[in-house]
């Protein structure tokens, strides 16, 4: 039976040989070492399958989108890719290659890559761009500038917590460097001041082009904007917040318990949490509709069906045509129709960067949010 903490070689007819007789005794703690990077690793491996998913219906849904929209989405997918494929290394070296030995789990690995310099640059890119969707909003500067300063602080921030970590090599060295704290602090602090100010900034913005309930309630065109705006502004509430919370959290836990390793858990996730929003928004797009329809089987006896109508979508980039995209179902079959009549008309859906339209072609009206 092998010992935990011995050292072990390969004899030249393939046998396992001791080659080192100290054998260090497993701490009783051992958890706390081993289980926040097990936590880690596994909810990382999870939230790239959903990420895997997002993006392929990202890619089916909508092909007509703006280049630099798709550039961001498969660009962040990418270095997802390259971040998982570092977690599994690490993962592998920890619990396979380097099983019982506590200088394996005392060695930073490429957690410093892939923990803080990758989630501070994934951040950063995505932070960055709803800053520009902030300005293409509210037309404002102020607001974008002071969110995109803050990710580029965060990112930088990330990037020395990064190299200071890999300096110290050593997990139980990172516990005794007081310069990590405060780097660590502007980090995930200046990235969870960050996310709270674009959920507000956006809540407020996109509240105030919500339309009239009692002007154009008889108007399903604009009903249908109003009920999108309601759930952009829902979605830029919990994804903030949600990403906000786990950097939060993050900095408590390294300020709290300095000697623990507790904080490496949410470092290792936070990079797929923010791309996981990004691609929340984009597919907030997709609009799904099921209706209730009535059919004659051939006995003649009438039966009710449900008529499920598949990602229904409109092209969102203008430069891709510049009149109404529409879905229109049979009224007797599902009795759900989107038309485009004279008197109202939706214009294409934007993607998260362009500004969403309600045209009336009849009074001129026009409302940009």
């Not at 990172?174 to 001041?193: E, H, K, Q, Y």
């Not at 919500?210 to 829902?234: G, N, Q």
């Amino acid at each position: 039976m092998l010992k935990p903490g011995a050292t072990y070689d390969y004899n030249n007819d393939g046998t396992l040989a001791l080659t080192s007789a100290v054998v260090t005794p497993i701490p009783p703690n051992i958890g706390n070492i081993t289980g926040p990077l097990l936590i880690g690793y596994l909810v990382n491996f999870g939230l790239f399958g959903v990420l895997s998913v997002q993006t392929y219906i990202y890619y089916l849904a909508f092909p007509n989108d703006a280049k630099k929209y798709k550039v961001l989405v498969f660009g962040i997918y990418l270095t997802e890719v390259v971040q998982t494929l570092m977690v599994a290394h690490d993962a592998m070296q920890t619990f396979g290659h380097g099983f019982g030995r506590l200088d394996v789990l005392n060695d930073v690995q490429n957690i410093w890559f892939h923990a803080c310099v990758l989630d501070g640059i994934i951040a950063c890119v995505i932070q960055i761009s709803f800053a520009y969707r902030i300005y293409l909003l509210s037309h404002s500067k102020i607001i974008p500038a002071v969110v995109s300063l803050l990710a580029l602080n965060q990112c930088a921030a990330a990037v020395t917590t990064g190299a200071l970590a890999k300096i110290n090599g050593t997990v139980s060295n990172i516990s005794f460097d007081r310069t990590m704290r405060p780097v660590a602090g502007l980090w995930l602090g200046g990235s969870a001041l960050c996310d709270i100010l674009i959920a507000l900034t956006l809540t407020y913005v996109l509240s105030k082009f919500e339309l009239s309930k009692h002007e154009f309630s008889k108007h399903s065109s604009f009903t249908e904007t109003r009920d999108r705006i309601k759930r952009i502004i829902r979605l830029t509430m919990e994804t903030g917040s949600l990403t906000a919370i786990i950097a939060t959290t993050a900095l408590i836990l390294f300020i709290v318990f300095p000697f623990e390793d507790y904080e490496i858990c949410p470092a290792i996730i936070l990079a797929k949490m923010y791309s996981n929003s990004l691609m929340v928004m984009f597919n907030s797009r997709i609009q799904t509709q099921t209706g209730l329809g009535q059919r004659v089987d051939a006995s003649g006896e009438s039966k009710l069906e449900a008529t499920v109508v598949s990602l229904a979508h409109r092209n969102t980039d203008a430069r891709m045509g510049s009149g109404p995209v529409g879905v229109r179902v049979d009224e007797t079959t599902s009795g759900l129709i989107f038309w485009n009549g004279a008197a109202f008309a939706m214009e294409p859906i934007p993607a998260p960067g362009e500004a969403l339209c309600t045209t009336s072609r009849s009074s001129g009206l026009s409302n940009n949010v």
